[in-house]
């Protein structure tokens, strides 16, 4: 380059102002306001600590456990406290560890990876933590008022259900984790669309990171998963607090409900915990055999394949219930088939490994770790899954031994190996290599020494969960020695901690890209600035590090799209989903208390409920309400003062879209799928019971009224009529008729909703009496609540027309008001389809 | 602006298919065999169901096969390069997803002819 002096000072000179406003707008709040910050930079790094909190806390008590177990008759920990003991390790590690940590790790690192600012809405991850920490705190807390769930992690009822057998415990269990749940479902929705819609121009869907393809096939597989347990969760809890029998077989009900709602959630849930990981031991893969993953196309056949067998396996937990042999035999066979792709993804990264020339570091020694104790797992998982085998096994030490290498080792070794790797990314620093062998070494043999044993504890008859064991059952040694191995795998876990704590002012940054990686996230400069990366390249590999000559350096010098913040607004770009074209420079809202109130609100509902405080729930649940609509109203569909900007390298994009192309309506979307989800469990609930009784309805319960149900119907369709009119003349320009329409739509929904509860009230159903009247007035509710909901939104959209949010140029509320009511009308249609037409069926 | 060309073979839905066969097939033989032990007794042939998992398994298995078929012809294995498909073309990402969609046909295949065992080796609802 032979550029004069002059212009290559004005060249620097734009580059400083532009690195200056792109500060200024990503930059972090400072003092107490920091903690207004919803970038993922700062959100990421809550978020993992705070997972890694809850799991040092369940660690204790996992070492509480093994010192209780280490000899016979111990008396270290009483009974009814080792059951919370056991309870709450299982509970934490699950819901409060290896779930968050993966939506941790995603948020943290995903917009890195795809070249984006920030993930599209920034404060929903924001909101999601909140709630995370809130619900995981009240949870944890528990155990210092000796108030904790005793009842196991899967909570089966009768024990659960029995106020006299359960306490509060069983109440905080249910409302707190629902309210946990409600952030991994927003967590889901916002990877879902960060992955389809936040990509780089060029990023093909051939050639997007195979971290992205398992967070997408995870997201989906949550949005599935989780509403289930929600569905159960309900039911759990109107029987505990108001006695609706669902549970109850002397009233109709049936504690099999429970296990089914839950495995329904339970198994995938053990795939959602182990995909997110192994994902990231295929992107370390790679980097260490300095070579492309061997086998990509093979990875998305196992990450697409094992999210969809993972939903035929539930039944595999309820092997000894007593269910029909054919039964138990398509879930056996669904068990051994998704040993297919699952080991498919090992033998792709062995054969990587084999074909590169392996560089030997600590995050490789963990994948190695993650290959011997994940195929371990694996094989006895082969093994339980043949019935007949796990009636030998099942609730004995053999299982906890398989648990425990399935998610140890596809679960939190890839976690740490992620650590290891990615440590550089967040910090700007790498973790000792030293300490890292010595990590390493002591929580493999130190995991292997406790859990091995316990294969054949459990082999000689050990159940699990006992808090004792009598003298000469030959448990003696076994136990012992799992007890020592459980220690030194918490002090390689402890020297982790402290590697990760201490200062490291002394040490000076990694250089760029430390490991040689080939993916995007390794543009970062070390340390990182907040707005992710300078500038948004194209991409036209998979490895563009490795493959794209000089992209490093044309991003750092902001060669490439969206280098600037000309109007000091927080950008990215949205493509397509297939293809990644640019068409969209999306503004995403920066620093607000507004989510941590949300969440605090919300979260207020589910704490005050579990105490019965019903005066503090309906107010809290109101601010919650009210803080929600602040947010909407004030962060979400902001009209921009120009309809489009120029984003660099001559393009042109618009600001502001609407409808399927908006990434508003895909949330939106998607969030009504979960909400489906959870509908078609209490469906599946009405017609579980017909299954198990000879008479559904029962003769001597009433049914709901067809009459109202027929008049709710109406009501309801014609509500959703006239949202969908209101959206189409609001595009054809017709304020007034929307707002007319609306005013009448919400009208319509309040009086639907009332129909569908009076359909219920007037013939006298009974919720107490039996299951039948139970389970129709959740349906009734569920339904009625839906409409209330609707009429909310309607009337958000009216306020938003007359307000001038909402035009019919920049219509993003009404469009996805319309798709709820969408998803709206399918409901009402099916509710009082089953509820009118089944009993006259039956 | 260029847009994406929205024929059907280059979506995700497509990739998915398969599998959601598979799913279909396993939730229909695990419904009728439950309800039908159910409602007609520990003791009972399982004759019926026999008979509508093999329906339900043959109609899986030609519905994947189609599929199969069509994705192979979508991954033009024949005609062109095999894998990495990592190229930045619109061939490329045709390919890549016309041979992903196989490999899962090819699962789900094995995974329905997996689920549908259980009713040639038991024959009553104990």
């Keep these: ?842 | 602006m260029a847009f994406e060309s929205r024929s059907p073979r280059n979506s995700l839905i497509v990739l998915s298919l398969g599998p959601t066969i598979w799913a279909a097939h396993f939730l229909a033989s695990y419904v009728v065999a439950a309800i039908w032990c159910e409602k007609a007794g520990a003791g009972a042939e399982l004759a019926p169901v026999q008979l509508l998992v093999l329906v339900f398994t043959a109609a899986a298995l030609l519905g994947i096969g189609w599929l199969g078929i069509a994705a192979w012809r979508h991954w033009g294995y024949l005609e062109g390069e095999g894998p990495p498909h990592d190229a930045d073309t619109d061939e490329e990402r045709g390919r890549f997803l016309g041979f992903a969609t196989l490999l899962l046909c090819g699962l789900s295949f094995v995974a329905v002819i997996y689920v549908a065992l259980p009713v040639v080796f038991i024959a009553d609802c104990r």
């Design chain 1, 1 to 842: 380059m032979n550029e004069a002096p002059a212009s290559r000072e004005s060249e620097l000179e734009r580059r400083r102002g532009q690195e200056e406003r792109l500060r200024a707008a990503w930059a972090t709040p400072k003092g107490w306001r920091y903690w207004s910050a919803v970038n993922n930079t700062e959100v990421g790094v809550w978020y993992t600590s705070t997972s890694f909190a809850f799991m040092l806390f369940a660690g204790v008590l996992g070492l509480l456990i093994r010192t209780q177990l280490a000899v016979p008759d111990n008396d270290f920990l009483s009974g009814p406290f080792y059951n919370q003991v056991f309870t709450l390790h299982g509970t934490v590690m699950m819901f409060l560890f290896a779930v968050p940590i993966f939506e941790a790790v995603a948020i943290t690192i995903m917009p890195q990876m795809l070249a984006a600012r920030d993930l599209p809405f920034p404060r929903l991850s924001a909101f999601g933590y909140w709630c995370f920490l809130i619900g995981g705190i009240f949870v944890c807390g528990s155990i210092f008022f000796g108030a904790a769930p005793d009842g196991g992690w899967f909570m089966y009822p009768p024990l659960s259900t029995d106020p006299e057998q359960a306490g509060i415990g069983a109440d905080i269990w249910l409302l707190g984790l629902s309210f946990i749940e409600v952030a991994s479902i927003a967590a889901a929705v916002e990877l879902i669309v960060g992955t389809l819609k936040c990509r780089p121009p060029g990023m093909r869907i051939n050639l997007i990171p195979l971290y992205a393809w398992y967070i997408l096939v995870v997201g989906v597989m949550i949005v599935f998963a989780f509403p289930p347990l929600i569905a159960g969760d309900i039911l759990f809890e109107l029987e505990r607090m108001f006695d609706w029998p669902f549970f109850d077989p002397r009233r109709g009900g049936d504690p099999l409900l429970w296990q089914h709602l839950f495995w329904i959630f339970g198994h995938p849930e053990v795939y959602i915990i182990f995909l997110p990981a192994i994902a990231v031991v295929a992107m370390i893969v790679p980097t260490f055999a300095q070579r492309p993953i061997f086998g990509y196309s093979w990875i998305v056949l196992a990450a697409v394949g094992t999210g969809f067998l993972s939903f035929g396996l539930w039944v595999h937990h309820m092997f000894a219930t007593g269910l029909p042999a054919v039964s138990l035999g398509f879930f056996s066979a669904a068990s051994e088939a998704v040993a297919i792709p699952t080991g498919v993804q090992i033998f792709v990264f062995i054969a990587t490994l084999l074909l590169g020339r392996v560089v030997s570091s600590v995050p490789m020694m963990f994948v190695w770790g993650t290959l011997a104790v994940f195929v371990l797992g694996g094989l006895t998982g082969v093994m339980v899954a043949l019935a007949p085998f796990d009636w030998q096994v099942h609730d004995s030490y053999f299982i906890v031994a398989h648990l425990h290498y399935t998610l140890i080792g596809g679960g939190l070794f890839p976690i740490v190996a992620g650590i290891y790797y990615f440590f550089p990314l967040v910090s700007g620093r790498k973790l000792s290599d030293r300490l890292g062998k010595w990590v390493f070494w002591l929580m493999f043999l130190g995991f292997n020494i406790a859990f091995l044993p316990m294969h054949l504890s459990g082999l000689r008859g050990m159940p699990r969960r006992v808090f004792t064991y009598p003298e000469g059952l030959g448990l003696e040694q076994l136990n012992l020695v799992s007890t020592i191995g459980a220690f030194v795998f918490a002090a390689g876990f402890a020297l982790l901690v402290i590697d990760v704590l201490r200062p490291r002012r002394g040490q000076p940054y990694a250089e760029k890209n430390p490991w040689n990686a080939g993916t995007l996230e390794w543009l970062i400069e070390m340390p990182g600035e907040s707005w992710g990366v300078r500038s948004v390249p194209h991409i036209t590999s998979r490895y563009p590090l490795w493959e794209q000559e000089g992209l490093a350096r044309d991003v750092a010098e902001g060669r490439c799209y969206l280098p600037d913040a000309e109007e000091g607004q927080r950008e990215t770009l949205i493509s397509t989903t297939i293809d990644a074209h640019p068409v969209q420079c999306l503004r995403v809202p920066g620093p607000t208390f507004i989510t941590l109130w949300a969440a605090l609100f919300t979260g207020g509902v589910f704490v005050f409920a579990t105490f019965h405080w019903w005066f503090a729930t309906l107010v809290s649940g109101v601010l919650a309400g009210a803080a929600i609509l602040r947010w909407l109203w004030t962060g979400t569909a902001v009209i921009p003062e120009k309809p489009e900007k120029d984003i660099g390298l001559g393009l042109r994009l618009p600001l502001y879209m609407s409808g399927p192309r908006s990434v508003g309506w895909w949330a939106m979307f998607i969030t009504m799928m979960g909400d489906m989800a959870a509908f078609a469990s209490l469906v599946f609930g009405y017609f579980f019971y017909w299954t198990i009784h000879p008479e559904f309805p029962p003769a001597d319960q009433p049914d709901p009224s067809p009459l109202w149900l027929g008049l709710s119907l109406l009501l309801l369709l014609g509500a959703w009529a006239l949202t969908l009119a209101a959206r189409l003349r609001n595009a054809a320009g017709h304020t007034f008729t929307l707002r007319l329409a609306l005013v009448a739509g919400t009208v319509l929904s309040l009086l639907g909703g009332a129909a569908l509860l009076l359909a219920g009230w007037l013939p006298g159903l009974d919720p107490t009496s039996h299951v039948y009247p139970a389970i129709v007035w959740v349906l009734l509710i569920w339904t009625a609540v839906h409409a209330v909901l609707g009429a909310v939104m309607q009337l958000y959209c009216i306020a938003g027309s007359i307000a001038g949010r909402l035009t019919p140029r920049f219509d993003i509320d009404i469009w996805n008001v319309t798709l709820f009511w969408h998803f709206m009308a399918l409901t009402a249609l099916i509710t009082v389809a089953v509820l009118a037409l089944f009993p006259m069926a039956a």
